[in-house]
């Protein structure tokens, strides 16, 4: 071990003079350089393994808004539910003042990563009392290979893990001081952020595992349930513009999206139709493929790219509706095939790319920050306590959760980065507090 000894000094003695804020801001101009110089051209590189352009047709949406056509996803279909709203208006701003262009949202998505490395590493210095786990918990988020794609994509992810870190970070001061107003301001952030990407809505509901487990003494049942009911009135203040818009537009209180039962659909064609022969992407595409052909058996007038742009928003909910029916009638009839794409999405969730390379490129990147999250983890519950990273574990856990019953690929455990980041920076604190000399003193 005397190799990882030298190592880490060697890390210690160039990380402990920078403070964490010079840290974050030597590298986020790395990365604005980077993406807004190095890598202008959003086609540039092996687009058959990463994309670098805008993603998920929320460009669409953000330009239709800029040009006054409403939420829609082209000037002749109509108002849709199909994504979030928080992105799109986003970036309807952005463009309305930069013009429809990428530059700026690679521009905006290098100053989220600044913040929710900033933000970060004072969880960091919360959680543990060594001085490098700020630094290290900044360096190893800011040098994630997956959080510097994202950043060139025209994405959610940097957003919405912003956002989240805002919302862990308001949850931990509202367990500190233990009032009513701490919480409903978790819940307006919750919220907040359920407006980019909506499944973190239900993780309060795993919250009593954590005031349980976490909190001394134990909260009764009435003060738990009192706590998640004001979390809950501050989300849905923040979704109730958009939900009421939602009703008044179809009739029905949505919310969030209506993309499920497409996302179901596609989940469930990927496990069914996977090989060595056929790549993700390729399935992604056949799936889209084959809704296009069902919803026309269905006898729906649309407009079809990837995704289905209807005439009418009342028919986008039917056949969403209808595609979840049948996704849960499938599955139904075959548990078998919902435990292989259970199994499979537990997979896909870390590692799954566009094909079978882009999946290996993951691999080799992503399985490392796993290994040490969850050693770092494991080395810090033993020798400290698992209450101060139990949140962490907690949304962890709930946030692939979602994915396995549904649909899942790599980019979807971008937005856990920060924290695998983190439980990998107090581990090593705990490695450096028990064993000096060690690792990272």
């Known amino acids: 071990m005397e190799w990882l000894d030298t190592i880490s000094r060697r890390a210690a003695a160039c990380l402990l003079p920078l403070r964490p804020g010079t840290l974050i801001g030597i590298l986020a101009v790395v990365q604005a350089a980077v993406a807004l110089y190095v890598v202008p051209d959003p086609t540039w590189g092996q687009q058959n393994l990463y994309g670098f352009g805008f993603a998920d047709e929320y460009d669409q949406l953000g330009l239709m808004l800029s040009q006054g056509h409403g939420y829609r996803f082209s000037p002749d279909t109509a108002l849709t539910l199909e994504r979030e709203p928080g992105y799109p208006f986003l970036l309807a701003g952005i463009f309305s003042i930069f013009g429809y262009s990428?530059?700026?949202?690679?521009?905006?998505?290098?100053?989220?990563?600044?913040?929710?490395?900033?933000?970060?590493?004072?969880?960091?210095?919360?959680?543990?009392?060594?001085?490098?786990?700020?630094?290290?918990?900044?360096?190893?988020?800011?040098?994630?290979?997956?959080?510097?794609?994202?950043?060139?994509?025209?994405?959610?992810?940097?957003?919405?893990?912003?956002?989240?870190?805002?919302?862990?970070?308001?949850?931990?001061?509202a367990a500190d001081v233990k009032t009513y107003g701490a919480y409903f301001l978790s819940g307006l952030l919750l919220g907040l952020a359920s407006t980019v990407r909506s499944t973190a809505l239900l993780f309060p509901a795993f919250l009593p595992f954590w005031f349980r487990l976490g909190e001394i003494p134990r909260p009764t049942f009435p003060v738990i349930a009192t706590r998640l009911l004001v979390l809950a009135a501050g989300a849905g203040?923040?979704?109730?513009?958009?939900?009421?818009?939602?009703?008044?537009?179809?009739?029905?209180?949505?919310?969030?999206?209506?993309?499920?039962?497409v996302a179901a659909?596609?989940?469930?064609?990927?496990c069914k139709n996977r090989s060595l022969e056929s790549g993700f992407q390729d399935l992604d595409t056949e799936a889209a493929a084959a809704r296009v052909t069902l919803a026309r058996q269905q006898g729906y007038t649309f407009k079809s790219d990837y995704a289905l742009y209807f005439y009418n928003p009342r028919d986008?909910?039917?056949?969403?509706?209808?595609?979840?029916?049948?996704?849960?009638?499938?599955?139904?009839?075959?548990?078998?095939?919902?435990?292989?794409?259970?199994?499979?999405?537990?997979f896909n969730f870390w590692f799954e790319g566009k094909n079978w390379t882009a999946t290996f490129i993951n691999i080799i990147a992503q399985l490392p920050y796993l290994i040490i999250g969850i050693l770092g983890g494991v080395f810090y519950a033993r020798n400290k306590s698992l209450r101060p990273i139990g949140l962490l574990v907690l949304f962890c856990l709930y946030t692939m959760l979602v994915y396995l019953p549904i649909h899942a690929q790599?980019?979807?455990?971008?937005?856990?980065?920060?924290?695998?980041?983190?439980?990998?920076?107090?581990?090593?604190?705990?490695?450096?507090?028990?064993h000096p000399g060690k690792i990272l003193s």
């Open 102 to 173: 990428l530059m700026p949202a690679r521009a905006a998505n290098v100053i989220f990563a600044a913040l929710s490395a900033w933000i970060l590493a004072t969880l960091a210095a919360r959680i543990s009392d060594n001085k490098m786990a700020p630094r290290l918990a900044v360096l190893l988020f800011l040098v994630n290979p997956g959080v510097f794609v994202t950043i060139l994509r025209g994405g959610v992810e940097c957003l919405f893990t912003l956002l989240i870190l805002c919302f862990i970070l308001a949850l931990y001061r």
């Open 237 to 261: 203040l923040v979704l109730s513009p958009w939900t009421i818009r939602n009703y008044m537009l179809v009739g029905e209180l949505i919310p969030t999206a209506s993309v499920q039962g």
């Open 265 to 270: 659909h596609a989940g469930q064609y990927i």
């Open 316 to 346: 986008e909910i039917r056949f969403n509706r209808w595609l979840g029916k049948q996704v849960l009638a499938e599955y139904r009839r075959s548990p078998a095939l919902f435990a292989k794409c259970v199994a499979e999405n537990a």
């Open 410 to 434: 790599a980019r979807y455990s971008v937005p856990l980065a920060p924290l695998l980041s983190l439980l990998a920076a107090v581990g090593a604190g705990e490695i450096a507090r028990t």
